[in-house]
């Protein structure tokens, strides 16, 4: 499985006095079994990019290739690619509705004309990847759960149709940190054992830097930056200049730097920052 994104561009309302230009000849390649963290302010393009990637949007130019299939091209099952690329919008928990845990889970591979015990079993594996255990959660509503629990509820209805893509629009938006570490460890946890592509969008640019093998940086609609999280967090002065920020320990790194202390400014994690700093005090 691979994407390639090819001069792919899109407006919204065109040709009336709100027309705006959304997508503006992104070009990106994402690999097998990569993560993908997408960045960039309200309006840059991230969720208009997301929703091309499983044809929710059509591209008014360009190519978006999934898995060797040009989604672009008129009368491509998009279906069968909706079946390969899931998405979970932004707080999706507001979309739950069945009256059981187990039966919201189940209704999208139920729509995939599964047999009961294949449906069965997609749900009891979604849960516990998710850590939700069908035993204790399997058959209760999903309106009684906690926000955080109730956000698994709902990715988990995605991850049961086993798509070789899962997109996340902002999966830890609005939640306290206890519940933002646990959706954390679950996204590991599916790639994990799902070994599949994983694209996510995200302000939380320590979040980013700990999960993402790859960045993409947008800005008003184009593909400013394309790279590791070193790569693109070592253009500290860039990204500033679009309003965005390093990692906090990756700028505690740069302003020791800047007070004449000779440190790494390249530490992306909070375990790497306390080495560095612990290395530096022992000279």
Not at 95 to 123: C, H, M, S, Y
Not at 177 to 189: A, Q, T
């Amino acid at each position: 499985m691979s994407i390639q994104v090819r001069n792919l561009s899109h407006t919204y309302n065109k040709g009336i006095a709100t027309e705006h230009k959304a997508l503006d000849n992104v070009n990106f390649d994402i690999y097998d079994g990569e993560v993908v963290g997408v960045i960039g302010h309200t309006g840059s393009g991230k969720s208009t990019l997301l929703q091309h990637l499983n044809g929710l949007l059509k591209a008014d130019q360009g190519e978006i290739i999934v898995g060797g299939v040009d989604i672009t091209r008129p009368g491509v099952a998009m279906r069968d690619i909706r079946k390969r690329v899931g998405l979970v919008f932004q707080y999706p928990e507001y979309q739950l509705f069945e009256e059981t845990v187990a039966k919201d889970i189940a209704f999208g591979p139920a729509n995939l004309g599964l047999r009961e015990d294949e449906i069965d079993q997609r749900v009891r594996d979604a849960m516990e990847m998710v850590g939700l255990p069908y035993e204790k959660y399997g058959d209760r509503s999903p309106f009684e759960l906690s926000g955080g629990q109730k956000r698994r509820v709902a990715i988990a209805g995605v991850i049961a149709m086993k798509p070789q893509v899962l997109i996340l629009d902002e999966p830890t938006a609005g939640l306290d940190p206890g519940s933002h570490k646990e959706i954390l460890d679950m996204i590991r946890e599916i790639h994990e054992r799902e070994n599949n592509i994983i694209i996510f969008v995200s302000h939380n640019m320590a979040d980013v830097a700990e999960m993402a093998d790859k960045v993409l940086v947008m800005e008003r609609g184009k593909l400013l930056a394309v790279g590791t999280p070193l790569e693109i967090f070592s253009q500290r002065n860039r990204l500033a200049a679009i309003s965005l920020n390093v990692p906090p320990v990756t700028e505690m790194m740069y302003q020791l730097k800047e007070r004449g202390i000779p440190i790494d400014t390249g530490i992306l994690t909070v375990a790497d920052g306390v080495t560095a700093i612990a290395d530096y005090l022992k000279k």
